[in-house]
Structure formats: structure tokens, C-alpha cells
């Protein structure tokens, strides 16, 4: 359900004035998966100690990746992932490609086939951590992408 402005209006939250700073997940080697999202992904990865490093594209809003320090086992399911928006159907075809020729490289679990529907081009590939990530394409979304949506609440 959608809240419109007068809807949304008449809300008083129960925290105000707060930022939407980050999310969290799980990594079993910090330096193999740097370089993944790095040099793969194209994020910006900070690490900040052992424990923690920070991936980012932009913005006011990162994810933190915690070491586990072991293999353990991935919860995220191939419906909770994260998502990249790239500029044209051609990039999402070249980066899984890319992805194909270089999931043992990377260790990726798996690399799922290009998708096209009548909106949007997309894959999803499993990291070595078993993170889903999915890269598409939609002509309708360019940056600001929210902005948008949320301009009006």
C-alpha cells in the first residue's frame, strides 16, 4: 500500500529526523571480497578494521560487510538481494559475460542467465559469500531513481 502526501502528512512517526545509513552483510574472507566488489562490481570498498569494511556507490547510504572469519552458512536467498543499476541492456549482457568467463576468478557461486522482460534486463549472480546481487537495466530508471518517488511524501 502507498501513502499519498495528505496520507502521509497526517503520520507522526515514531522517530523523526533519522537517516536511512546502512545495511549489513556477511563475508567470510574481507580481502577476497574487497577485491570482488572492487574490481568486479565496481563499488567502493573501505576497510576499516579485521572486523568490518564499508561498500558504496554514492550517496548517504553504504553497506557494511562483517568478517566472519569462516565459511559459514549463507541466509540471503536469491529474493533479498542487492541490486546495480547499469546504463544499457548491452552492459548487463557484457557484465554477465564477464561474470561466466570469470566466476572461478571471483568464486562465485553461481551466475544465472540474462533475463528480459518487457521492462527491464537483468542477472543475478551469488558471490563468494553467497550474497545474490543483480545487475539490470530498466529504461525507465535513471539517477536520481527515488527521488521521485519519495519527493512528494
Request: charged fraction near 25%.
Amino acid at each position: 500500500m502507498t501513502l499519498n502526501t495528505t496520507e502521509s502528512a497526517s503520520i507522526t512517526p515514531v522517530l523523526e529526523n533519522t537517516v536511512f545509513s546502512h545495511g549489513t552483510m556477511e563475508c567470510s574472507d574481507p580481502i577476497k571480497t574487497q577485491k570482488f566488489v572492487s574490481e568486479f562490481l565496481g563499488l567502493h570498498s573501505v576497510r576499516k578494521s579485521s572486523v568490518t569494511q564499508y561498500v558504496w556507490s554514492g550517496g548517504s547510504w553504504f553497506v557494511v560487510c562483517l568478517n566472519m572469519n569462516e565459511r559459514f552458512e549463507p541466509r540471503q536467498s536469491e529474493d533479498y538481494r542487492f541490486a546495480l543499476l547499469v546504463g544499457s541492456a548491452e552492459e548487463v549482457e557484457q557484465a554477465q559475460a564477464a561474470a561466466v568467463e570469470q566466476k572461478e576468478k571471483w568464486e562465485m557461486l553461481e551466475v544465472r542467465d540474462v533475463v528480459r522482460t518487457d521492462d527491464k534486463v537483468s542477472f543475478n549472480l551469488r558471490d563468494l559469500n553467497g550474497a545474490w546481487w543483480e545487475i539490470y537495466w530498466k529504461p525507465d530508471d535513471a539517477a536520481p531513481l527515488y527521488d521521485e518517488i519519495f519527493a512528494s511524501t
